[in-house]
C-alpha cells in the first residue's frame, strides 16, 4: 500500500533521507521511529506529496507519486487520512463542521455529511461532542476530533505525524491504541514519534530512522534509544 524505492530527499544539498527502500502492506500498522531530525516528517511529507524526492520512487496504492499532475494531489489526499502533532482543527468551528468540513468541500449531501461524521465521531469515542469547540476540549479529545477528521472519508491510508507530541503518557496510550482499532479494521497506519514508552507498549512494526537512513526495521519490535547507529 505504500512502498519507497531507493528514495533520497536533499534540501538545498543536505540530505535529509539517503537511499530509503520501504514497504508497508494493506491493513498494516508501523511505526517511524527516531530522534529529531532522522527525516521522519520529511518522510511523511513525501508520501502525501507535500514533497517531491531527489531521487527514487514513492508509491500509494501503486500510484507513483513522481507521475502525479498538481491537479491529481487532490485525489491521491482523498485517498489519505493524516493527523497531525498540532491537531490543525479551526477554532472557530464546531466539532461536527471539523470532521465535516472535507466532506462538504467534497459536495457530499448534508444527510450523508450527517450520517458519516455521526460514525466517525462513534469511532473516537465523541459522538456527545459535535457542538463542542476545539478549545472546549482536552489535548486528547482534540487529537481524537482529529482523528475523526482523518478517517471521515474511508481513507485506506492513515498518516499520523507526532500524533502523540502534545500529550501525556496516558493520553498518548490512548491516542495509539485508537489508531490501532482502526487499523484492525483495515486501514493501514503509519506513526512518526518519539516516544519511546508507547511504541514500546504496543509491540507493532518498528522502522527505525537515523540520519535519514533506515537502521532497523523489525516486526513486533521496541524502540531503543542509543542502541546500533
Ligand atoms: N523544509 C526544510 N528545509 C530545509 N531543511 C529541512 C526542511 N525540513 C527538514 N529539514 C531538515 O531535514 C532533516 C530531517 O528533518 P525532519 O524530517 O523534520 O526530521 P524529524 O521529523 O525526524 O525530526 C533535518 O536536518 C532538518 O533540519
Ligand atoms: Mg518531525
Redesign the pocket.
Known amino acids: 500500500m505504500i512502498r519507497l524505492q531507493n528514495v533520497s530527499k536533499n ?2 544539498g ?1 540530505p ?1 533521507l539517503t537511499n530509503i527502500s520501504l514497504h508497508i502492506a494493506l491493513g498494516e500498522f508501523a511505526f517511524l521511529v ?1 530522534p ?8 511523511m511529507r513525501l508520501l502525501y506529496r507535500e514533497e517531491m524526492p531527489t531521487s527514487g520512487n514513492v508509491f500509494i496504492g501503486g500510484v507513483n507519486l513522481n507521475r502525479l499532475h498538481k491537479k491529481q494531489i487532490p485525489l491521491l489526499r482523498r485517498r489519505l487520512g493524516i493527523v497531525f502533532q498540532d491537531y490543525k482543527l479551526l477554532p472557530r468551528q464546531t466539532v461536527f463542521a471539523n470532521v465535516a468540513y472535507v466532506l462538504r468541500a467534497l459536495g457530499v449531501n448534508e444527510k450523508d455529511v450527517d450520517k458519516r461524521v455521526n460514525s466517525a465521531l462513534c469511532v473516537v469515542n465523541l459522538d456527545d461532542k459535535g457542538e463542542a469547540y476545539p478549545d472546549e476540549l482536552s489535548g486528547g479529545e482534540q487529537q481524537r476530533v482529529g482523528i475523526a477528521r482523518a478517517i471521515v472519508n474511508g481513507p485506506p491510508v492513515l498518516l499520523a505525524d507526532e500524533p502523540t507530541g502534545n500529550l501525556d503518557p496516558a493520553t498518548s496510550l490512548e491516542i495509539v491504541q485508537l489508531l490501532e482499532r482502526i487499523s484492525e479494521r483495515g486501514t493501514t497506519v503509519l506513526i ?1 514519534t518519539h516516544d519511546q514508552p508507547i511504541v514500546n507498549a504496543m509491540r507493532k512494526r518498528v522502522i527505525s ?1 537515523r540520519n ?1 537512513e533506515i537502521i532497523a526495521d523489525v516486526d513486533s519490535g521496541v524502540y531503543e534509544v542509543g542502541s546500533t547507529g
Open positions: 534540501y538545498g543536505r535529509a527516531g529529531s531530525g532522522a527525516g521522519k516528517s520529511t518522510l512518526s530512522l535519514g
